[in-house]
């Protein structure tokens, strides 16, 4: 049995496909390309696939990472080709190996967001001087969703904004989050919190779509994950 971590991309229209409907959608891939995965025994097995990191809803990357174990005789880089034929083109794994580090291992996600100004009236300057005035505040206050219910957590504190570019019709943020099984922050947490203040201090600096994509899954030393 040879344990494997593929790595993949989910890229454009695939970005809509919910975690859940992506776990169905790899197992389906599986039977489709005739690898010999191992199920889990007990009365109902089932495949044995673990995604370490889910990604969030609309957002596009790079870096996804998927784990399971050839139950048979097949290489790790035939068992990817054969996936890579039956899955759809926005969704594709880019390298296989022999996992190294544990999924607990994980502490930060990287991420680009775009936002873009709705029309050419709206000055990306203008966007990022709100930006700029926005996250000079000593606290950002949001609530977020816990096992629990929900709490009131200072996402400032707990976003790194690694750059803050503009561009010629919006702005480019570079953040890097927690992530993993201790402490998981959305960067949608901030972004929401920053397009709330947009909407109530400048009405007239109207945006438009918000690109998201996950750049990078990183352990505590700042090393990639995979």
Sequence with gaps: MIPVRATFEKRRRAKYISHLDLMRCMQRAFKRAGVPIWY???FNPHAY?????A?????????????????????????MERMNRVLPPDLQICRVA????????????DYTLTLDCADDTVPA??????????IAQPEILVEKKTKRGTAEVDVKAQAQILSAETLEHGLRLRLRMPAGTAVNVNPSLLTDAFLASLAQQHPELRTGMLRAERTAILCADGTPFA
């Design 40 to 42: 889990t025994e007990g």
């Design 49 to 53: 696939l673990m995604f370490p990191l």
């Design 55 to 79: 990604l969030s809803l609309g957002y596009e990357s790079g870096c996804e990472c998927m784990d399971f174990r050839i139950d048979g005789e097949m290489t790790m880089q035939e068992a």
């Design 98 to 109: 022999e996992p190294v580090r544990k999924h607990t291992d994980i502490a930060f996600a």
């Design 125 to 134: 300057e203008a966007l990022r001087a709100a930006w700029d005035a926005f």
